[in-house]
């Protein structure tokens, strides 16, 4: 049975480090969530604390409702598949996998069972008799995650468990999360630093930043709703820009930026908002004669082929650059280095977001 897992004001201190500052957070039963955040961001240390391999400084843990802050990790319904893997190298696969059973005082033929089923899940049906050292690193990661699901876990806790893999297995095996947690049904909690990871496997993911959440959501809420610059940048939206001027008007937004007004349709409220940030792919090109008001001057500054697009650099009028993607059937009206263009912006183009308090120092 699925778990739900309750964050209540945590905050974990290491010395003068805070890992963890009040984060709240409710994760739902069967949801597949993804702690998303660069090195030292505080994921694994918030990992732990689900699995109960620590404890914070303050604040609790529940699953269900019911506080588990102090319940050791071996009596907690989760389980915890560890970047390292930490297979028994002395064991067989089978008797890897039937481990925590024989821990728990299950019985050899009820084990037995188990391990069968639980090796088929995982595609390693056969292999119970293999040396776990004589597997690919595919496989082993296989056996560790069977490992972990044979216990039938109402809560599964995946601490990068991709990193060392080469790009096709981790696809491979990225895909296979996605089906293990549809089949299992259970709370699955993954710790990753890649933001394809997530986005492709996530119901809902947190971005984390300095051991703070910096927004939850479901993955497009990202790329809508940026929480700030800091979010905008993580999503893959690298370039932000800084408008003179950001004002309703009627239902639009109109931003004053390198000297020129643009109408940004129906954009988002501009309350808090300084900045706008840049979806490349929704920038298009257009002759100098393009309407003012939809457009902004520009210069290309350089491009470079990323295969199904030319990636433009260009210069707005007061220095700010930004990137336009440009699909390749356009090739003939690709305009030089050094030519100045108009670019035309569709909707969602430019997202209008707040710098966030972290980053508002940060060089852009
Ligand atoms: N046992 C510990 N003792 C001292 N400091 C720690 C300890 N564990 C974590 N920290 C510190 O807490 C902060 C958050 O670390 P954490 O490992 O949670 O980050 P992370 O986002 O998981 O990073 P990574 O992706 O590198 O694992 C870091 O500054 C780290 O140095």
Known sequence: MAISIGIDNVTRTFGTVKALERVGLKIEAGEFFTLLGSSGSGKSTLLKLIGGFDRPTTGRVLFDGQDVTDMPANRRPSNTVF???????????????AYGLKVKGV?????????????????????????????????????????????????LLLDEPLTGLDERLRQQMRDEFGRLHQRTGSTFVLVTHNQDEA???????????????????????????????FV??????????KPERLERSGSDTVAVIAGERLVLPGARDVGEMGLLAVRP????????????????????AG??????????????????????????????????????????FAGGALVPVPASGATANRDT
């Open 199 to 229: 986005l492709s496997l996530s119901d809902r993911m947190a971005i984390m930043h300095k051991g703070r959440l910096e927004q939850v959501g479901r993955p497009a809420d990202f790329f809508a709703n940026p929480a700030n610059d």
């Open 83 to 97: 970047q390292d893997l930490a297979l028994f190298p002395h064991m067989s696969v089978g008797e890897n996998v």
């Open 107 to 155: 019985a050899a033929s009820e084990r037995k069972k188990r391990v069968e089923s639980t090796l088929a899940l995982v595609d390693l049906t056969g292999f119970a008799e293999r040396n776990v050292n004589l597997l690919s690193g595919g496989q082993r990661q296989r056996v560790a995650l069977a490992r972990a699901l044979v216990m039938e876990p109402g809560i």
């Open 232 to 241: 905008a940048r993580f999503v893959g939206m690298e370039r932000v820009l």
């Open 281 to 300: 792919d929704r920038i298009s090109l257009a002759n100098v004669h393009a309407a003012p008001g939809s457009s902004l001057a520009a210069i290309v």
């Open 303 to 344: 491009r470079q082929f990323r295969g199904r697009f030319f990636d433009f650099y260009l210069e707005l009028g007061d220095g700010q650059k930004l990137d336009a993607e440009i699909p390749i059937e356009f090739a003939d009206a690709w305009p030089e280095t050094g030519k100045p263009v108009r670019l035309e």
